[in-house]
Each structure stands twice: as structure tokens, then as C-alpha cells.
């Protein structure tokens, strides 16, 4: 594949965004770990400053090289108490609403984060890219199923109903991801997770990135926003950066989901 301007190689940006205020047990949860620094998170909490509300921080860097992400944006409307339900925002929220449109102006994409059912169920994720869509005024092209739920003869059949192009649901979150983008069987344009923020970020996971990058690849890299925090989670923030400078460096294409599934859909 050759990409945009000859670049050697394409640095893909995206957040999943799964919670913008962080909760009373993750101070516990987390704090048993590291007690020193969920306490100084929590000073800065009490003092009005969001260790998850990180999107101003995340335009400001990828704007200083040039580029945009995709923000995958979740309307979660299971309610149960577990982890994977408790703590979600409301989509249409003034606060959220409002971020959603700036990023949108700020050139950034918008795209669905399918919530927890959604994968299959065609009902639900439609109506979740409706109201998506009502918010934005324009349309959505692409989607990362939350939790990378996924079923093989469903999710991306669905994805097709609902008029989605571009999906990167495909990935592990348990370790580091290294399937080539494809065009499917259901027309949609699947550009794989290389790395997401949840697996330790050493130097392999680094070198992985470098051979997909040396081999030509996409580089897509899955960083929650609410984890782009200096003080909780500096081996992340330090790893992204290190990808920026990498790929500035080689000249690479950096950039969100629909530019790169754009320039695929043409080539493939
Ligand atoms: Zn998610």
C-alpha cells in the first residue's frame, strides 16, 4: 500500500472514551496499589481537576504534531452493578454533548464506541449511532465495539446495515495485536488495534510497533482519554509520546480512523 504522500508508514491515533469522571472505588481499587498517588489524585479531584476529563490535554499534543484522533464515544445503556457498567456518562449531557462538538470543530473524528450489547444487537447500536448522529448533525463512518465484543456472522454484517465504513474492533486487550487492515466480506474497511493502553507497555510492545511500522503497516494505537494522566499513568502518556516523536521522525502519516479507512476504500 502506498500511503498518503509517501509516507512510509501510518500512525493511526484513537480513545476509546469509557468514563469521564472517575469514581469513589477506583480511589480504593487503585489506592491499595499505589496509595501515594491515587492520593494526590484525589487532592486534585477535590481541588476541580478531572483525572479523566483529559480531551483539552489530548488536542493540545496531537494538534502540536499535526494531527487528529478518533474519539469513540460510548452510550452505555445497561445499568448493573459491576465494573463494566458502573461510573458511564450520559451521551447527552450538556458537558458531553459539548466536548463532542468541539472536538468535532477542532477537525478530530467522532466515532460510535458500540456499548456492551450493542455487537449483537442491530436495534440498539442503530439507535446509538442516531442519536450519535443528531448530537454531530452529520454522519458517523466509523466504530470500535466497546470491550471489543464481537461476533463474526453479526458485528460487522450490522455495521454494513447501519452505514458504518470503518471498524477497529478487532484486537486483544490482553496482549499486542498484529493483523494487516482488511476490506471484509460485508464491505467494511477493518483496521485492527495494534496496541491498546491496558496491556504493559514495555520495550517489546514498543519493537511490535516498530515492525509493523518498518513492514509498511498501520500503527493503530487505543488509548483511553480518561488514562491520559501524567501522575496515574505516566508509562502511557511517555509510551504515546515516544510513538509521536517515532513517527514524526520517519515522516509518517498521522492520523484518525475515517482518513486512513478513506484511503484504503480507494486503493483496495
Ligand atoms: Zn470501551
Avoid at 112 to 122: E, K, Q, V
Wanted: net charge negative; aromatic share 12%; proline share 2%.
Amino acid at each position: 500500500m502506498e500511503w498518503k504522500n509517501n509516507a512510509p508508514y501510518v500512525l493511526c491515533l484513537s480513545h476509546d472514551v469509557d468514563r469521564i469522571t472517575k469514581q469513589w472505588y477506583h480511589y480504593i481499587y487503585y489506592g491499595l496499589k499505589h496509595p501515594m498517588i491515587q492520593f494526590k489524585s484525589l487532592v486534585l479531584k477535590m481541588k476541580g481537576i478531572e483525572p479523566y476529563w483529559n480531551f483539552e490535554k489530548i488536542i493540545r499534543l496531537e494538534k502540536s504534531y499535526g494531527a487528529v484522533s478518533t474519539f469513540f464515544f460510548l452510550n452505555e445503556s445497561r445499568r448493573e452493578l459491576s465494573a463494566n457498567f458502573l461510573g458511564r456518562y450520559k451521551i447527552t449531557s450538556k458537558r458531553v454533548v459539548e466536548i463532542i462538538k468541539m472536538l468535532d470543530e477542532q477537525g478530530f473524528e467522532i466515532g460510535l464506541h458500540g456499548s456492551f450489547d450493542s455487537y449483537n444487537d442491530l436495534e440498539l447500536l442503530s439507535k446509538e449511532k442516531k442519536v450519535l448522529e443528531e448530537i454531530l448533525d452529520h454522519q458517523v463512518v466509523s466504530t470500535r465495539q466497546h470491550h471489543l465484543n464481537f461476533d463474526k456472522d453479526k458485528t460487522w454484517e450490522y455495521h454494513k446495515k447501519i452505514g458504518i465504513k470503518y471498524d477497529s474492533t478487532i484486537g486483544y486487550s490482553n496482549k499486542v495485536g498484529n493483523e494487516p487492515y482488511k476490506r471484509t466480506k460485508e464491505n467494511i474497511i477493518e483496521i485492527p488495534i495494534t496496541v491498546m493502553d491496558t496491556v504493559e507497555l514495555n520495550q517489546n510492545v514498543y519493537e511490535d510497533c516498530c515492525r509493523t511500522a518498518d513492514n509498511g503497516g498501520i500503527v493503530m494505537l487505543n488509548f483511553h482519554q480518561c488514562h491520559f494522566n501524567e501522575l496515574e499513568y505516566p508509562e502511557n502518556v511517555d509510551f504515546y509520546l515516544k510513538m509521536l516523536e517515532k513517527a514524526k521522525k520517519d515522516g509518517a502519516w498521522i492520523t484518525c480512523v475515517k482518513d486512513i479507512g478513506g484511503w484504503i476504500d480507494e486503493q483496495i
